[in-house]
């Protein structure tokens, strides 16, 4: 089981429309969850950070916690051709709390 | 402030030869992770440096080794290259003790393996 999964889609939503991309992890004593963004050719880019249960919001951007189901979503409202990538969600802590693990990747395509 | 650098961008090599890529952290980052980012593995962690000692090490061969410099500039070797060892290498820093809060990625290194 890898530490940390992901659909690998792709996921297709229309321009305007909320997407919801998931993630679960396998260590129950992670502490620190992160969502990047990688467009095609570049590098991995942070956009959010969560690290207790609930919701955080940013801009369009809200991630949700849930330890109990070790569970972390990223939504993305309204959105825009520009945030057509893949969203890589990675979890650090737990058993080796300075080690980082990230899932395969989430391709998110939306539609003009 | 500039961001992390990585040199070279794009490497060719050929299978058993060794290579060295290099890595700038951001200025005042005194912790450098390394990782391989290929399509069927996606990304994963190789080590992380922090005030020059390997703080944490992934699960790759011992062909792959590294070391960070007292100016926080990190290496990263990999000896008797393999066809698979073709990958992005990416190198991340961070500003804080507990280096896995934040990371900046630089831009990575293109390693081809003929």
């Known amino acids: 089981q890898k530490e940390v999964e992901q659909n690998s889609g792709p996921l297709s939503v229309p321009e305007g429309a909320i997407a919801s991309l998931n993630c679960t992890y396998s260590d129950r004593g992670s502490q620190s969850f992160f969502w990047y963004r990688q467009y095609s050719g570049k590098s991995p880019e942070l956009i959010m950070s969560?690290?207790?249960?609930g919701d955080k919001e940013d801009g369009r951007f809200t991630a949700q916690l849930n330890k109990a189901s070790q569970y972390v979503s990223l939504l993305i409202r309204d959105s825009q051709p520009s945030d057509s990538a893949t969203y890589l969600c990675?979890?650090?802590?737990?058993?080796?709390?300075?080690?980082?693990?990230f899932g395969s990747g989430t391709k998110l395509n939306v539609k003009p | 402030k500039a961001g992390v650098t990585q040199t070279p961008r794009y490497l060719i090599k050929t299978r058993g030869q060794q290579v060295t890529l290099s890595c700038s952290p951001i200025s005042g980052h005194r912790s450098v992770s390394w990782y391989q980012q290929t399509p069927g593995q996606g990304l994963q962690f190789l080590f992380e440096y922090f005030s020059e000692t390997q703080r944490n090490k992934g699960n790759f061969p011992g062909r792959f080794s590294g070391r960070q410099f007292s100016n926080s500039r990190s290496e990263m070797n990999v000896s008797t290259l393999e066809l698979g060892d073709s990958a992005l290498y990416l190198c991340?820093?961070?500003?804080?003790?507990?280096?896995?809060?934040?990371?900046?990625f630089g831009p990575g290194t293109r390693l081809t393996v003929l």
């Open positions: 969560i690290y207790s249960n």
């Open positions: 990675a979890v650090s802590g737990g058993y080796n709390f300075n080690k980082f693990y």
């Open positions: 991340a820093s961070s500003p804080l003790d507990r280096p896995l809060l934040t990371q900046y």
